[in-house]
Structure formats: structure tokens, C-alpha cells
């Protein structure tokens, strides 16, 4: 496929022969044999899902102590690889050493549950999670490098705290989580936008902080989307994660987290990023004030976004900002649906609602190409 592109590139201009020659030269020095190398998988995912059903199926048969044990002794093995091979693979084949952590991370997570199994013991699940992040999560905040590790401890962090958060759950003496409790543990994940701003500015795990830090940003927009979502229904009254007490902790958090971020990066994007994660807090609070209405919950969620737009506009975010504009075209088209819900039964109905979709999407094609930022490294 390149040399078709490259081809077309030449008669266009774009490239002159030389400079293609010298593609070609350096692609064919470095290729990769992927039918080879699929092959290759395909063979130790067999070979791998053979040993997997070959333990199933004789599971019960197994004493449960050999089993912690044969686990126990993969997960001590993979970390003594880490440690003597790690630097040579952080070299040439970091992918190889992130791949390796993700394993042994996960491999972690499993002898938890392992463990509760064999001995038939109980605990909430936020308990072993919270374990896991005290034994494994320092090691791979270490060594990690990319969005495999960065998005495994986000995804154990947000766990954790969901499940801690469980109103049913008693704590210390209590019969049930207060709703301000509730509120701080699931605002958690939110504080790992600053925790990756900060550690990146101290020259630590680039790769691995940024990611952590977009990760944390990426939650604190979703969570003010769905709460935003959930006022058109009318379903911020009642006890738990909906109430007002427990979204004013949140917001408090998320403006806190804000500030943070601020102080961290004192550049155009890290002003935008602290924008955009003080008007999400903002956005939780006055969710409240258009509960019932469709129209005021689908003005505050476009609002939000158009925010989310115009921030990543300013700091330069070109992938943001394109899916800013078209979360905003697609509540735009479902806004036509329910606020046209009648004229949609007839046939006159589903024909403008059909053209206005198709303006919608040219406008934000439009809007996407005219006014995103460019592509990072692009000249």
C-alpha cells in the first residue's frame, strides 16, 4: 500500500525521486513480517488457550495450595525478569517491558482473587484493589511507559473507589456510606489528572504520567456528561451518588484538582486542561438546576462540550477539539428527536429530521477541518 501512495505522491510533486527511492530503501531495511508474526501469535495463543482449558478442566483436581503456589512463583519469576532485563528492554523494546508490566500487574490482580478462592474468604472488593495499589501500583508507576500500565491503574483506582463508595456496604460501625463519603471516593480517579501533571514536571515517567493525567481528565468529563444526562430524567433526587451533597464533594474535588493542574503546567495547554476540568466540577452543580428538563440538560451537556472545544482550541489539542465538535453535532441531532418527537411520526417528520442531520454533520466536518489545530509535529 505505500508504494501506491508513494507512487502517487511522486506524480503529484509532493516527492521527488529521490527522496522516494530513499523511502522505499528504508522501509524494506525495516519491515516487519507481520503475516509472521501473526502466525506467531495465533501459535502461542493456542498453545496458550490448550494450558488454560487443560486447567480448567481438572481445576478441582488440583490442590488449591499448588495452584497459589505455581501462581505465586510465575508472579515472583515475571518480577525477577523485570528487574534484570528491564533496562535493556526500557532500550530497544519498551513496548516488550510495558507488555511485561501489564502481565505482571495483572497477574497480581488475579492471586487476590486466587487467594480468596482457595481459603474461601470474603471482603469487599475495594479491599484487595487497594492492596493491589500499595504492592504493585508503585512498581509499575516506575517502570511504565504507555497507556497499557497508565490505563491499568486508573482502571484499578476507579474500581476501587466505586466499590468503596457502595452505600450497602457498612463502614466502621456505620450501616451505610454517607453521601458525602460517597462523593469524595468516587471523585477519586479525578486526582489522577494532577498526581500526572505534577509527576511529569518532575522529570519522571513521561510517557506513563501524561497518560495517567489525560486518564484522569477523560473521567472527570465523562462523570460531568452522564451526571448531565441523568438530570433529563429526573434522577438526582434519592439517596447515593446523585444527591447534591455527594455532587457538591465532587465538584470541590474537581475544582481542587483544577488548581492543581494550574500550578503544575503553566503553559497554554495545562490553563486549558485546568479550564476544562473546573467547568466540568461546574457542570455537576448546575445539572441540579435543569433537573426534568431535556432542553436545559441538553443546552448544559453542549455547553460543556462547546467549553471543552474552544479549551483544547486554545491549548492545541487537534484530537480533543474534532471529538469536542462532534459530541456536540451528535446531541445536536438527538436534541431534533426529542424536541420533534411528533412531526417524527410522519413521513414529512423523518425527512427534516434527515436533512438536518445531514447539515449538522456537513457543519461539523466543516467546522472540524477549518478551525482544529494542527497536528502535533506537523510544520
Not at 497507556?147 to 466499590?163: E, F, I, K, M, R
Not at 436534541?335 to 438536518?356: H, K, M, N, P, Q
Not at 454533520?361 to 477541518?369: F, H, I, K, M, T
Request: charged share 10%; hydrophobic share 60%.
Amino acid at each position: 500500500m505505500i508504494d501506491g501512495k508513494l507512487s502517487a505522491w511522486q506524480r503529484a510533486g509532493l516527492l521527488d525521486a529521490q527522496t522516494v527511492a530513499a523511502i522505499r530503501a528504508y522501509e524494506a531495511e525495516n519491515a516487519r513480517p507481520l503475516v509472521l508474526w501473526a502466525a506467531i501469535g495465533l501459535g502461542a495463543l493456542a498453545v496458550g488457550l490448550g494450558l488454560v482449558s487443560v486447567v480448567a478442566a481438572n481445576w478441582e483436581d488440583i490442590p488449591g495450595r499448588l495452584r497459589l503456589a505455581v501462581h505465586f512463583l510465575a508472579l515472583a519469576g515475571l518480577a525477577a525478569l523485570l528487574w534484570r532485563l528491564g533496562r535493556d528492554l526500557a532500550g530497544e523494546a519498551s513496548w516488550a517491558e510495558e507488555a511485561a508490566l501489564f502481565v505482571f500487574g495483572v497477574l497480581g490482580l488475579t492471586f487476590f482473587g486466587h487467594v480468596g478462592q482457595v481459603y474461601q474468604t470474603s471482603a469487599p472488593l475495594w479491599q484487595p484493589l487497594a492492596a493491589w495499589l500499595v504492592l504493585f501500583a508503585p512498581a509499575i508507576a516506575l517502570r511504565g511507559s504507555g497507556w497499557l500500565t497508565a490505563g491499568l491503574v486508573a482502571l484499578v483506582v476507579t474500581w476501587a473507589s466505586w466499590g468503596f463508595a457502595d452505600p450497602a456496604r457498612p463502614l466502621f460501625g456505620a450501616e451505610a456510606r454517607s453521601d458525602a463519603v460517597i462523593g469524595l471516593a468516587t471523585a477519586l480517579p479525578v486526582l489522577l489528572a494532577p498526581l500526572g501533571a505534577w509527576m511529569d514536571r518532575l522529570g519522571g515517567r513521561e510517557g506513563f504520567w501524561s497518560r495517567l493525567e489525560q486518564l484522569g481528565f477523560a473521567y472527570a468529563i465523562a462523570c460531568a456528561s452522564l451526571v448531565i444526562v441523568a438530570s433529563a430524567f429526573g434522577e438526582l433526587d434519592g439517596d447515593g451518588l446523585l444527591t447534591f451533597t455527594a455532587q457538591g464533594v465532587q465538584a470541590l474535588v474537581g475544582l481542587v484538582a483544577a488548581a492543581l493542574v494550574a500550578l503544575a503546567r503553566r503553559d497554554p495547554p495545562g490553563a486549558s486542561s485546568a479550564a476544562v476540568l473546573a467547568g466540568s466540577a461546574l457542570a455537576i452543580l448546575a445539572a441540579h438546576a435543569v433537573e426534568g428538563s431535556q432542553l436545559g440538560a441538553a443546552l448544559l451537556f453542549m455547553a460543556l462540550w462547546v467549553g471543552i472545544a474552544l479549551a483544547a482550541l486554545q491549548g492545541g489539542s487537534r484530537g480533543v477539539f474534532q471529538l469536542a465538535v462532534a459530541t456536540v453535532a451528535a446531541r445536536l441531532v438527538i436534541l431534533s428527536f426529542e424536541l420533534a418527537s411528533d412531526l417524527l411520526t410522519s413521513g414529512f417528520g423523518l425527512i427534516l429530521a434527515g436533512v438536518l442531520i445531514l447539515a449538522i454533520a456537513w457543519g461539523a466536518v466543516r467546522l472540524s477541518r477549518r478551525l482544529a489545530p494542527a497536528r502535533r509535529g506537523a510544520a
